[in-house]
């Protein structure tokens, strides 16, 4: 078994709109994971994929796969594309996401399977945005250095700790999580959210993250 889905099993899930959450989730990538649909077919039952700059038509099989293995799927900053494949919808820090007040207003109203998360990176902006938005969980990074920002500062388990305390809400660690990692991640994490760690055939061109 990958050591990273290993590490994932060892976690307790946490529970959000009546269902557990994913441990182990799987990103994608316009440039280094174009094209997840692999990698997801090899997930166990009940992950997540995170969609990130998918074309629509790997999208779109990307939502039939979902369906038929049980997979949790969120799409990044299209929250009309969420509510039109029934996906939850993921809202990166620093990009504007289209479609929120659509997606808000089903949410409120009970559409089912549309859970809201939010890319965070500590720092009293993503605890104002968790306070206003009130997501379901976050996706926190990085915990260790990572090939999608080469040179940028990881948090490490220690300060990844106390972001996530802070936040409030369950927290995914990303950001550098792999074989090597998997077994420092910090046990407040109610996830682990991979790139390379989960999909081996993912190519390390010059970063491109949806954050």
Excluded: Y
Aim: charged residues 20%.
């Amino acid at each position: 078994m990958n050591s990273v889905a290993a590490r994932a099993r060892q976690i307790v899930p946490a529970r959000r709109r009546g269902r557990k959450l994913p441990v182990l989730w799987l990103v994608s990538d316009p440039v280094r994971l174009p094209d997840p649909r692999p990698a997801a077919a090899t997930l166990p039952r009940g992950s997540g994929v995170l969609a990130r700059g998918l074309s629509a038509p790997v999208l779109a099989g990307l939502v039939r796969l979902a369906r038929r293995r049980g997979l949790v799927l969120l799409v990044a900053g299209d929250g009309r594309a969420a509510l039109r494949s029934g996906s939850g919808l993921h809202l990166p820090e620093r990009r504007v996401s289209l479609g929120l007040l659509p997606f808000l207003r089903a949410r409120q109203a009970g559409a089912p399977g549309a859970l809201l998360t939010l890319a965070a990176h500590g720092g009293r902006t993503a605890a104002a945005r968790v306070r206003r938005l009130r997501p379901d969980f976050v996706f926190l990074s990085p915990l260790f250095a990572t090939r999608s920002h080469p040179g940028a500062p990881a948090l490490g388990p220690l300060r990844w700790g106390v972001a996530a305390r802070r936040l409030g809400i369950p927290a995914m660690a990303l950001g550098g999580v792999a074989a090597a990692t998997a077994g420092r991640v910090p046990r407040r994490a109610a996830g682990l959210a991979a790139i390379d760690g989960l999909a081996p055939q993912a190519v390390a061109h010059p970063p491109h993250c949806l954050r």
